[in-house]
């Protein structure tokens, strides 16, 4: 079956996570993706790590299936390079620093004004409007701006989250704008001005805290892996030292859990557990009872007990664990993708929509498609050639 997105060139001035992330599912669906990348380094992710073959973890993991274009976008020689290309673009996105696609003439204004059926995506930190629009913006210092750090962690010490949310959110966001935006483009024949923000994406997925918190008047408490409000909810020391997560999200389930797990009918008529409200300020009691039951239990046996309840639960994976998870192969999660340092395993892009296979193409090397685009482009070899030695582009190694 085609692709859904497959006659869609998408131009990206991307860097990091956020951009490329989104670029990334965009080449999955079937787009093009035409990647440009500065000479002499390219995308500062590329040199983040050199864990995977010599390789950056963050970069294998959002930028596979791309071409890369190896040109210095600040250079007046540029400035035909990237004409050319916008006038082939379905789709522009870009999440440099505020204000450096309008110093290129790169912005939304000028480039829908030349291309008016061009979508235009633009990422950053805060938006191009308010008293945060200068402001330099990464995951984590997202991650403080959204409250997310006050929400997450321990009593004692708050923690960010161990992936980067603000950029990944942003991603998501770009995505599904884009997509809605090449389906009204369908319909309409217009283009669209995108303008996604890290605060606002990540902003939204604070819903519940910050409703808590403006309608309830105390935020929810710090509680480590526990959560905030639900109680039972997470993880609990067995007797060998195993750790099991497990989660009672409704009375019909805590009836079950005193029967089936604690064996201890009586709990279900104890006034401090009667609703989950009564559990959640009686949490301290609430563990309690559990740790006497689980500290004689192996792991195995309270999730054997869990699972005959139908009570929800999990055991902490470790990444290993996680990587060798016997879910993910049985549903063949996995696939072979080739990258400059040799072939790597990578995951299928959960779209799993049915008669679709998704583009699972090899992470380019730095310039690798440098020739082949420009001379796509138009341009001569001798121009090509003229470019290279002006350090306007890099061709890099195929």
């Known amino acids: ?35 440009i990348e500065r000479p002499g380094g390219g995308d500062a992710a590329r040199g983040y790590d050199r864990t995977v073959k010599g390789q950056s973890s963050h970069f294998v993991w959002v930028n596979r299936s791309k071409e890369s274009l190896s040109l210095d976008v600040k250079h007046p020689g540029a400035k035909p390079v990237l004409d050319k290309l916008m006038q082939k673009a379905d789709v522009f996105v870009q999440n440099l620093a505020p204000g450096a696609a309008e110093r290129l003439g790169l912005g939304a204004a000028e480039l829908r004004a030349k291309h008016p059926r061009l979508i235009w995506c633009g990422i950053s930190g805060y938006g191009p409007a308010g008293p945060y629009a200068e ?29 980067p949310v603000a950029d990944i959110a942003a991603g998501m966001y770009a995505l599904s704008s884009i997509l809605a935006a090449l389906y009204r483009r369908a ?34 408490p710090r509680s480590g892996a526990h959560h905030a409000t639900i109680v039972p909810y997470g993880p609990f020391r067995a007797g060998d030292g195993g750790t099991v997560f497990l989660s009672i999200q409704n009375e019909r389930e805590f009836e079950r859990f005193c029967d089936g797990v604690l064996l201890k009918s009586d709990l279900k008529s104890d006034s401090r557990f009667s609703s989950g409200p009564a559990r959640a300020q009686n949490r301290n009691a609430m563990h309690e009872e559990i740790d006497k039951v689980f500290s004689r239990l192996p792991a195995g046996k309270i999730l054997e007990r869990l699972d005959q309840a139908d009570i929800a639960n999990a055991k902490l994976n470790s990444m290993h664990e996680f990587w060798d998870h016997p879910q993910l192969k049985a549903r063949d999660r996995w696939r072979e993708i080739g990258t400059p340092a040799g072939p790597i395993e990578a995951m299928k892009p959960p779209f799993n929509l049915d ?17 082949k685009i420009l001379a796509e482009l138009g341009f001569s070899p001798l121009e090509i050639q003229g470019m290279a030695k002006a350090n306007i582009i890099e061709k890099g190694t195929p």
Do not use: N
């Open 1 to 35: 079956m085609k692709r859904p997105l497959e006659g869609i060139t998408v131009v990206g001035l991307e860097q990091v996570i956020a951009g490329p992330f989104c670029t990334r599912q965009l080449a999955e669906l079937g787009a093009r993706v035409i990647k």
């Open 135 to 163: 402001k330099k913006a990464y995951d984590l210092l997202v991650q403080c701006e959204t409250g997310l750090l006050s929400v997450t962690g321990t009593p004692e010490q708050p923690a960010k989250a161990g992936i």
């Open 187 to 220: 319909q309409e024949g217009a283009g669209a001005t995108l303008d996604i923000t890290m605060f606002e994406s990540l902003g939204e997925w604070m819903g519940f805290p910050a409703h808590f918190t403006a309608y309830g008047g105390e935020a929810p």
């Open 355 to 371: 008669g679709f296979e998704p583009r699972m193409d090899a992470v380019p090397a730095l310039g690798e498609h440098s020739t």
